[in-house]
């Protein structure tokens, strides 16, 4: 990984062009003009990030430095993971990050709460030219940008061991079901409603967000609703079926227990390893509501770096902004954690249209269903209805309908 860095920071250090934010307040940047002689004090950026980002981010920072050698930057950096963003920014804002990354689904509720900063208006034009419309949609709110798009990989589809299951069996749930057991299973984690909602945006449900910021779900409760929902219900019942977090994901595929399961391109590496040459991957499977095989949709997001609305330096914290999510450090992105890039230059770089992985995510991102419309209320009610149904006490379908309908009120009420 070392190696790789080292000349992705080469190539950074020569291809670079960090973009002028004239838009922004130049009087609160601290590199505001000394007289001649004297220096500039050091401009402070803390940086926050994911665990395993840490090193990367540290490197790029290290680029950024060398293709500023005009200035002296005190980089700092906090581990603070894309889901935690917006409660830690919550918390106390002003002592906050500067820079953090953050999943485009937080975007309209933390707009709404001051926590981002737009990106002016010739950096956004910029940023238009360099990745895909569906990125930049991701980051924009009321014709504004408020984020730089970094991954195009915020979803889930399916990772199967091909000792067990062929590319056929993978094609329907009922497929997977018929060869899985209790000592090999599938994995999904439906007491996530990042996950239990494939099943309702299956059936046609759609997510939006009213003029007093309410949640609204349209087509939630449908008879396809239902039985999409029964089906979920049908799958947490199954004997060949376990749920978790990564962990247990991983520790599956390591000991055998598990051999297909629903999960993001995070978990790639450790499963490829734990599988040594058996790891496959396909879109998610079809599912069937009444006759019907229909696509399981899937939520996509994207990945995005921010800048907080209260930092003391805009400018620099918007160029550094910039500079990680630039083709090279995209790339570097994918190189060292397996993303896939926003960047349009990036997408088609050779490596990633040979990468396997990254063609089943793209495929399943065509299956997607965007999570620009999805609020803070969502997601512990329809973790409850996930939840009673791992438990198994969903048991007719009159108590399903009971709990559907009660997630819903709880999310739009």
């Known amino acids: 990984m070392k190696k790789f860095l080292t000349k992705v920071l080469g190539i950074a250090l020569s291809a670079i062009t ?14 505001g003009g000394k007289e001649s002689g004297e220096k500039n004090p050091p401009i402070e950026l803390l940086v926050w990030g994911a665990q395993d980002d840490q090193f990367m981010l540290g490197e790029m920072a290290a680029a950024y430095e060398a293709a500023n050698p005009d200035k002296t930057y005190n980089f700092k950096f906090g ?12 918390t106390d804002i002003a002592t906050s990050a500067d820079v953090f990354s953050f999943p485009s689904d937080q975007l309209r509720d933390m ?45 889930y589809f399916l990772f199967y061991d091909d000792r067990v299951l062929n590319e056929q069996d993978v094609q329907t749930m009922d497929g997977i079901l018929s060869k899985v ?37 349209n087509g939630w409760a449908t008879d396809d609703a239902i039985a999409a929902a029964n089906v979920a219900n049908g799958i947490a019942s199954h004997a060949g079926f376990v749920t978790g977090d990564d962990e247990v994901l991983k520790t599956g595929f390591s000991d055998g227990s598990i051999v297909c399961g629903v999960t993001g391109i995070w978990n790639k590496d450790f499963i490829e390893k734990a599988l040594d040459g058996h790891l496959k991957f396909a879109k998610l499977p079809t599912i069937k509501i ?9 939520f996509g997001g994207f990945k995005a770096i921010g800048v907080n609305k209260t930092t003391k330096n805009p400018v620099e914290a918007m160029k550094f902004a910039q500079f990680i999510t630039n083709y090279e450090n995209q790339m570097m992105r994918y190189e060292v ?37 999805v609020i803070s209320t969502f997601w512990t009610p329809a973790e409850a209805l996930g939840t009673e149904m791992e438990k198994k006490t969903i048991l007719t379908l009159e108590d399903l309908i009971e709990q559907v309908e009660l997630m819903i009120a709880t999310i739009t009420g």
């Not at 960090?18 to 590199?31: F, Q, Y």
Request: hydrophobic share 40%.
């Open 181 to 217: 057991s209790a000592s090999q299973r599938f994995f999904m984690d439906i007491s996530n409603g990042w996950y239990l909602a494939s099943f309702f945006l299956t059936a046609g449900g759609t997510m939006e967000v009213s003029e007093d910021g309410k949640q609204i779900l």
């Open 18 to 31: 960090v973009l002028g934010v004239a838009a922004c307040d130049e009087n609160k940047d601290s590199t």
């Open 79 to 90: 581990v603070v993971g894309e889901p935690d963003v917006i409660s830690k920014l919550s």
């Open 111 to 155: 707009v709404n709460q001051g926590m981002l900063y737009e990106v002016p208006s010739n950096l956004a034009g910029a940023l238009a030219q360099a990745n895909t419309p569906a990125s930049m949609t991701a980051v924009s709110l009321n014709d504004k940008v408020y984020g730089f798009p970094s991954t195009a990989d915020n979803t």
């Open 337 to 373: 954690r397996g993303f896939a890039p926003t960047n349009v230059q990036a997408a088609a770089n050779e490596k990633i249209l040979n990468d396997k992985a990254i063609a089943a995510l793209s495929l399943q991102m065509q299956y997607s269903y965007p999570q620009t419309n």
């Open 290 to 298: 009444g006759e019907e095989e229909k696509q399981m949709i899937s």
